[in-house]
């Protein structure tokens, strides 16, 4: 039995850079969640703003504001922003966004929506990645 071996002409010690090369841009994480749960429910759900990038050697402060034009879910009631905003510290990723999701005003089979967008002076926010969609479904 004979064996052959054949090697061809690539570089093993050759080094592809498989890290992210784009612009610093901040996203939501996840982007959106649906949410089903008995009316008597009331609970947080924490989201992430992630910095996709570089991490930087000071603070990101971000902003998050209600899209009143996509939301009909009603705010301070259905769900509570406990900050209307979140910072990501310096040397870091990621900060968590807390968000109140609270059933107990909505009747059975009831379902509405809220739209979050982020908004911050400190880094850009990232095209169609920038915006949180809740959807809460009373059951």
């Given amino acids: 039995m004979v ?8 570089d093993l010690t050759e080094y592809k850079d498989r890290s992210y090369q784009g612009e610093d841009v901040l996203e939501f994480k996840p982007l959106g969640k649906t949410f089903k749960e008995p009316i008597d429910t009331s609970f947080t759900f924490m989201a992430k ?8 050697n000071g ?7 209600v899209v009143d034009s996509l939301t009909d879910a009603v705010q301070g009631e259905q769900f509570i922003l406990e900050s209307n905003g979140a910072t990501i510290e310096a040397n870091s990723s990621v900060a968590q ?16 929506e809220f739209i979050l967008q982020l908004n911050s002076g400190d880094a850009k926010v990232g095209e169609n990645i920038g915006q949180f969609s809740g959807t809460i479904i009373a059951e």
């Fill in 3 to 10: 064996t052959v071996f054949a090697i061809s002409s690539c």
């Fill in 49 to 56: 703003i992630q910095l996709i990038g570089e991490q930087r």
């Fill in 59 to 65: 603070p990101i402060n971000v902003t998050v504001s």
């Fill in 97 to 112: 966004f807390p968000i109140r999701i609270d059933l107990t005003p909505m009747e059975t089979g009831e379902i509405v």
